[in-house]
């Protein structure tokens, strides 16, 4: 009526009225249309735009948080209506990957508070999916957020420790809140007391989110989901808590929860899922009130003390949960083979022997710390990174590893034949080194075989009663230092820099085709054969002749003409090269080098029971694979 009554007045009045009436109608039409583009726009290509723009903002500065809530202009007659000033919107309710428009400045950093509401708007099927991290895991929550997308899951969230992580995550379209933990923005390292600061607030963020009533999936950043999840956990509706755990040995060879009694090792808590119930916000508050009294007590070992008060009975017969806790707490184990961790998918392949899907890998199990972890996914191209890590300056170097196939399946498989085995595949990959140096090349790392398995502990080799197959592929990080080689150490004591990829990389699909279009096969041959004159257009069936036994000169003479070919691949690197002829250089190339391998753990009934891996191993006669004998003895080979 009202509407009807005013029309009717715009009619019979002057026309001056009639276009004020107008203009003002459009600009309230118009206004809200832009308000709801910019809050409910959905880009399905931002994401992956995303893992190519670290920075959101057209001027090229950083944004910084303000006042300002996405700079939208309210009307005067807005404000007449309401009294009350209006709240921060809860920047949340568009659709996840809806990129923030560019010339927008961020809403203030009570926007991002964690709330009920906010949660809401993610849930599905009352469960929500959660990591948190700082900003030096935003490459791993990326991947974990990407892996979520391909397999059609949007009710998740992440939360930022920083606010440099928080504000990088909303440019990006991702659904972010503020965890208010003012924490490092850098990798704090494993064990420290910022490390441990980290696992209290995961704590603290469980206790916040289980009193809203919606089942939470909590997860590390360092894990990725491979299948989805939540109708597995459906299948166990009674549960008040599902729990992955550090077990490599098998106690179930299905899809089953693990049989408990037959599980001796920790219950991980980097991917466990928890239902509101009285049981389960009990454990939740004792759990944190027990690391809240005490900040050394890591958090796993704290969950794992209080849940193993009490471990059974079953509570069935079929579901293989247990009453554990306090009596009342339904229990769960994810089955390893499956919920995999870093010993179950990357060592073992629990689940390829099994012929199982695996839902999802946590890099536990693994050396050379946060550069150990990215390069174990990347090995199992798992891990997304920007398109320039597909295409390097300068370009590729491969080699196609030999190895005897006695040295690789004959003998027993002992410390003794491992060395041998490691020592034979890592002298040909100091030579791809120094040639991936000369040639100023990113070296792709060959695949590395090992006989026996690296722990922290002693062992007898392998693990008894777990599927590691000797020999295996073994993770770079068994033998050498990730971190190390991909650390800036000082050019003028190590030489230059030598960048390294997983030996997966040329197979990836994200490899761009220019890349897979610009190869060059060099075939190694000997001197004064036919076509091996050290030329570099000398070649046959497609490949490049290049002579063994050459030095430094030739190796810069012939591929200086190659330097527009992405890859350069040979087929052996036996014999390739004679050594460096600039003797400063190689001294800082051998200084270099002598870093970047690790060491093997570790021997039964010794102390200390580990030993060096030695890269110039072969340059001292008798070496053996023995521990240090005394501590004068205990240092590294450089």
Same mark, same amino acid.
């Given at each position: !009526?009202?509407?009807?009554? /005013? ?76 009294? +009350? ?66 397999? /059609? ?25 503020? !965890? ?17 600061? !980290? ?70 808590? /980097? ?88 839902? +999802? ?54 410390? /003794? ?214 501590? +004068? ?6």
């Amino acid at each position: !009526m009202a509407l009807t009554k /005013g029309c009717e007045e715009v009619v019979h009045s002057r026309p001056m009225f009639l276009t004020i009436y107008t203009v003002v109608v459009v600009a309230i039409v118009v206004s809200s249309l832009y308000v709801f583009s910019a809050l409910y726009s959905n880009n399905p290509s931002s994401l992956l735009s995303s893992f190519s723009s670290s920075s959101p903002s057209p001027s090229g500065e950083e944004p910084h948080l303000t006042d300002q809530i996405l700079n939208v202009s309210q009307s005067e007659t807005v404000h007449a209506v309401s009294s +009350a000033p209006p709240e921060p919107p809860n920047v949340w309710t568009r659709p996840a990957f809806g990129v923030p428009p560019h010339n927008k400045k961020m809403p203030p950093l009570e926007a991002f508070r964690l709330t009920k509401e906010l949660v809401q708007q993610r849930v599905k099927d009352n469960i929500i999916i959660v990591t948190f991290g700082n900003y030096a895991f935003m490459d791993f929550i990326l991947t974990w957020v990407k892996h979520l997308t391909e397999l /059609g899951l949007t009710n998740y969230l992440v939360g930022a420790m920083d606010t440099k992580l928080l504000e990088a995550l909303y440019w990006k379209g991702l659904p972010v809140f503020d !965890m208010g933990s003012h924490m490092s923005a850098i990798d704090v390292g494993w064990g420290s007391p910022t490390f441990h600061k !980290m696992g209290r607030e995961k704590v603290i963020l469980i206790n916040s989110m289980l009193p809203f009533g919606y089942e939470l999936l909590m997860c590390d950043t360092d894990m990725v989901w491979l299948k989805n999840p939540l109708p597995y956990i459906a299948h166990y509706p009674e549960a008040d808590v599902l729990t992955s755990s550090d077990q490599v040995v098998p106690t179930v060879v299905d899809d089953s929860l693990e049989v408990w009694e037959e599980v001796g090792a920790a219950y991980n808590i /980097g991917i466990f899922h928890w239902r509101p119930t009285e049981s389960a916000k009990k454990l939740a508050k004792e759990w944190k009130e027990l690391l809240l009294a005490d900040e050394n007590i890591w958090d796993q070992n704290g969950f794992n003390d209080i849940v193993h008060r009490q471990l059974g009975p079953s509570v069935d017969d079929d579901s293989g949960l247990l009453y554990a806790y306090d009596g009342n707490l339904k229990l769960g184990i994810l089955p390893a083979s499956i919920f995999c961790s870093g010993h179950t998918y990357f060592v073992q392949a629990m689940h390829q022997q099994l012929r199982l899907e695996p839902y +999802a890998v946590h890099t536990t199990f693994q050396y050379a710390g946060t550069a150990g972890k990215r390069h174990r996914l990347r090995e199992a191209m798992l891990f997304y990174d920007p398109p320039e890590y597909y295409n390097p300056p300068g370009g590729f170097l491969s080699f196609k590893p030999s190895i005897p196939r006695s040295l690789l399946l004959n003998g027993n498989h002992t410390i /003794g034949s491992h060395f041998t085995l490691i020592n034979y595949q890592m002298r040909q990959i100091r030579t791809a080194l120094a040639i991936a140096s000369l040639l100023n090349r990113t070296l792709v790392m060959p695949p590395l075989w090992c006989k026996i398995d690296r722990l922290w502990f002693p062992h007898p080799g392998v693990l008894e009663g777990s599927m590691t197959r000797q020999p295996f592929l073994c993770p770079l990080d068994h033998v050498f230092e990730v971190n190390v080689m991909l650390k800036e150490l000082p050019e003028e004591e190590f030489g230059p820099k030598i960048d390294i990829r997983e030996y997966s990389i040329l197979e990836n699909s994200a490899l761009p085709a220019e890349v897979k279009k610009s190869w060059l096969d060099v075939r190694l041959c000997k001197k004064g054969t036919k076509d091996c004159n050290a030329s570099n257009n000398t070649t046959f069936g497609g490949a490049l002749k290049f002579p063994k036994h050459s030095n430094e000169e030739t190796f810069i003479e012939i591929f200086s003409s190659f330097k527009h070919v992405k890859v350069i691949q040979f087929s052996s690197l036996q014999d390739a090269f004679t050594g460096f002829t600039d003797k400063e250089r190689e001294q800082r190339f051998r200084k270099r080098v002598k870093h970047y391998v690790g060491i093997w753990c570790c021997v039964l009934d010794h102390t200390p029971g580990h030993i060096y891996y030695d890269m110039y191993w072969d340059e001292k006669p008798g070496w053996k694979p023995i521990p240090p004998q005394t501590s +004068a003895d205990d240092h590294p080979p450089w």
